[in-house]
């Protein structure tokens, strides 16, 4: 029996390709990427990637966003911008503009959370995370935040799984995580934890397009 689930942030509650935050910003100011905007935002997450476990606190986990950005925008070829836009968006961390949710997510968690179900994150993020899932209005849906940076350990390291499974009080087999990547299934299946796989921009045919779906693959 089902009694809780788990939800990775970025790309699943959160669109975090560059399309849906950085280009219509960058619109607004006149300004159009020179550059492929896709092999710079792998190039930039993966920096992210590298890094995100050391932003324990905020101060560190904007120095880290000011880089990440700094560097997606040298990607793009607007380097010579890169400074002053990096600046911008780090001062405006909590404005929701810049963290929009996919479609469907708070609909998801809300009805979720009136069937009785506990909700986690387990997600590898910093320390801003808490703070940003507030200003979108998720973080009341949550049980619990196992977050990255703050526990010492990222997917797909089981141990963040273990981590919420503990705090909602429920054993592997009665969660069911939701994820984008090939490190939310290896972490979950390592837990002992079924996945489902999610893919917000319906790219790949094997992966859930739609966060409502979720509630069809319950018992």
Request: proline share 6%; no cysteine; aromatic share 8%.
């Given at each position: 029996?089902v009694?809780?689930?788990?939800f990775?942030?970025?790309?699943?509650?959160i669109?975090?390709?560059p399309?849906?935050?950085?280009?219509p910003l960058?619109?607004?100011r006149?300004?159009?990427?020179r550059?492929?905007?896709r092999k710079a935002?792998l190039?930039?997450f993966?920096f992210?990637?590298?890094?995100?476990?050391?932003a324990?606190?905020?101060?560190?986990?904007?120095a880290?966003?000011?880089?990440?950005?700094?560097?997606?925008?040298?990607?793009?070829?607007l380097?010579?911008?890169?400074?002053?836009?990096?600046?911008?968006?780090?001062?405006r961390w909590?404005?929701?503009?810049?963290?929009?949710?996919?479609?469907?997510?708070?609909?998801?968690?809300?009805?979720?959370?009136?069937?009785g179900?506990?909700?986690?994150v387990?997600?590898?993020?910093?320390?801003?995370?808490?703070e940003i899932?507030?200003?979108v209005?998720?973080?009341?849906?949550?049980?619990?935040?196992?977050?990255s940076?703050?526990?010492g350990?990222?997917?797909?390291d089981?141990r963040?799984?273990?981590e919420?499974?503990s705090a909602l009080?429920?054993?592997?087999?009665?969660?069911?995580?939701?994820?984008?990547s090939?490190?939310?299934l290896?972490?979950a299946?390592?837990?002992?934890?079924?996945?489902?796989l999610f893919?917000?921009?319906?790219?790949?045919?094997?992966?859930?397009?739609?966060?409502?779906a979720?509630?069809d693959?319950?018992?």
């Amino acid at each position: 029996m089902v009694r809780a689930l788990t939800f990775d942030v970025g790309n699943t509650l959160i669109l975090a390709s560059p399309r849906f935050w950085l280009l219509p910003l960058l619109e607004e100011r006149g300004l159009r990427p020179r550059g492929d905007v896709r092999k710079a935002a792998l190039e930039a997450f993966r920096f992210y990637e590298d890094h995100h476990l050391e932003a324990r606190d905020l101060e560190t986990a904007l120095a880290l966003w000011r880089a990440f950005h700094r560097r997606l925008l040298e990607g793009m070829g607007l380097g010579e911008h890169a400074e002053a836009v990096s600046a911008e968006l780090v001062a405006r961390w909590k404005d929701p503009a810049l963290w929009p949710l996919t479609p469907g997510a708070e609909e998801t968690l809300r009805a979720l959370k009136a069937q009785g179900y506990r909700l986690a994150v387990v997600s590898n993020w910093d320390a801003t995370l808490p703070e940003i899932l507030e200003v979108v209005g998720l973080k009341r849906y949550f049980d619990h935040l196992a977050v990255s940076a703050l526990s010492g350990h990222a997917k797909p390291d089981p141990r963040l799984f273990k981590e919420a499974l503990s705090a909602l009080g429920v054993a592997p087999e009665e969660a069911v995580h939701v994820g984008d990547s090939e490190a939310d299934l290896l972490g979950a299946e390592a837990a002992g934890v079924r996945a489902l796989l999610f893919d917000p921009l319906g790219e790949n045919p094997k992966a859930l397009s739609r966060l409502p779906a979720v509630l069809d693959y319950l018992p």
